[in-house]
């Protein structure tokens, strides 16, 4: 099955800066091999619902060991049977409805 | 990893009635035997990572194969390190702490 | 317009122990004499659009004042023109459609 | 109060297709003269509490108004004290740790 998923990842108590906690998140997603792409409040990432969950998982783990003792994450998930669709085409066909 | 998730599944392209698709999420969690709670806009699941994730994609199988062609779903994910909490824990500690 | 909102506020950057914030939010809930439920990831509230969001930032503005130099929050908000439904409704409903 | 907003509208009861609508939000964006940058799982909004949120309860209003009988929006908003934050901020302070 495969999904396009919207991730933001937010380590508490590690202060107020979380920018190393979300790059760790970032490499994690690069060694995964998945199409992802960082934006201002999250990151979307496209591909087999088994390997995005996988990463997710391991972002907590990585997250967790380099020191954050809680985590708290937001994630959106979209699956869909009546035809394929990428986060490119999500954004082509709104973009295409602008009246 | 333990986790406490909060799950919102929308199935779309259905209709403007969606509660059959939420109740045949409850009946998956029934089935897996994890403790959960229905709420106003979501429900609470408390569980191990795999277990609660595993779910959370039957959900999503169950959803598609009862007739939805598209759904899209919200997760929160909470872990922590520094202490076991459970879903009762974490009522009881904000009701504790009203001034 | 009416709304029932599920709301998430997280301070950052103020240590593990959320609870005392969480509880601040449910104070300002009760202050503006808005129907709301905690629950283990969140607290539902059901009103009119601009009370609701009145309070929300009001949650906002009290989290900062009491310590929080950050905080990031997690709304959901559901509104509907076909028919008035409360948040007793949603839950009746699914329990009903369990199969 | 500034506000950095991640927001997700998500119409209800009008089949499979939703890119009209959201690109109807995308106007109310742009009349509204908000910094705002759509991606492949919602839209990131920049600006000040109060008309970041009269333009998010615009969008329902429009969304309802061109067909839509309910909605279900997640809105993710961030704000701090600490210091001012752009959504260009937050991008460049990921990826500038990255390892």
Known sequence: ???IVDLCV???GVGVSVSKYVAECQK???????????HAYGTNIEGDWDDVF????????????????????TIKVGTRTD??????????S???SRP
Request: aromatic content about 0%; glycine content about 4%; proline content about 4%.
């Open 54 to 73: 996988a990463a997710i998982k391991r972002c907590h783990q990585r997250v967790h060991a380099i020191g954050a003792p809680r985590i708290t994450t």
């Open 10 to 12: 937010v380590p508490i």
């Open 28 to 38: 994690v997603l690069q060694e995964a091999g998945l199409e992802h792409q960082l």
């Open 83 to 92: 035809r394929e669709q990428s986060m490119q085409d999500k954004i082509a």
């Open 94 to 96: 709104v973009t295409k």
């Open 1 to 3: 099955m495969k999904v």
